[in-house]
């Protein structure tokens, strides 16, 4: 089940709601960018896998700069150095835009006046201005918290409580939403509820079960 340990408790028990960007409001994927540099999917994989991994990306989300981090790799693999570079030179290339179907359930949440809404991301301080710019419904979160400002990311318990501590939200009355299921957890044992997002649907299924937002849609 996607939903995590909440089924029993009331909607009016919500204080507020609190969402991962990218893979659940924003659409980012580096394959849309380097699907256009490998004509072989399987190499694309590999260079994926073991050039710019996701661990190497991890470290930019936690603050570490793209020039340093480019730099760095680029002396390990000079025979990818294209690839590399394109990262971040082409960082824009990677976001699709944005997964319209949970703008919409993001709109309607904040339609009903109920519940507050924050988002928790792992990010680049560099690259964040631009989406903040870019995407218009970043701008009906009552507070944003990002990873690379703050120099840690999820799933560190310490990122958490920063949104916490900060927004003073109560763990047990605010509904968590991340497609990564490390950072779900994670949020599960600081006593947030959380829902593991896996497709708009599924989302719209969960939140109707517990009564935050209509069956409709």
């Known amino acids: 089940m996607g939903i995590r340990k909440i089924l029993k408790l009331r909607t009016d028990m919500y204080e507020s709601v609190i969402f991962d960007l990218g893979g659940v409001l924003i659409d980012w994927n580096p394959r849309y960018l380097y699907r256009k540099i490998f004509n072989d999917e399987k190499e694309m ?5 073991n050039i710019c991994t996701p661990e190497w990306n991890e470290q930019q989300d936690a603050g570490r700069s793209f020039d340093e981090a480019t730099e760095e790799l680029v002396a390990r693999h000079p025979e990818h150095e294209v690839a590399i570079r394109a990262w971040y030179g082409r960082w824009k290339e990677t976001i699709q835009g944005p997964i319209h179907e949970t703008v919409d359930i993001l709109r309607h949440i904040r339609d009903t006046k ?8 792992n990010w680049s301080a560099e690259t964040f201005p631009w989406a903040m710019e870019k995407f218009d419904f970043l701008q009906w979160f009552e507070g944003i918290v990002v990873s690379g400002v703050e120099k840690t990311r999820k799933p560190f318990p310490e990122f958490y409580e920063i949104l916490l501590t900060r927004y003073q939200l109560v763990p047990g009355k605010s509904l968590f939403i991340d497609d990564n299921i490390k950072n779900v957890d994670a949020a599960q044992k600081l006593g947030i509820q959380s829902i593991h997002f896996q497709n708009p649907t599924q989302l719209h299924s969960e939140l109707s079960r517990i009564g935050l937002i209509g069956a409709e849609r």
Do not use: G, Q, V
């Not at 994989?45 to 896998?49: D, I, K, M, T």
């Not at 109920?114 to 991301?121: D, N, V």
């Open 114 to 121: 109920k519940y507050s809404l924050y988002a928790l991301t």
């Open 45 to 49: 994989e590999w260079f994926l896998n």
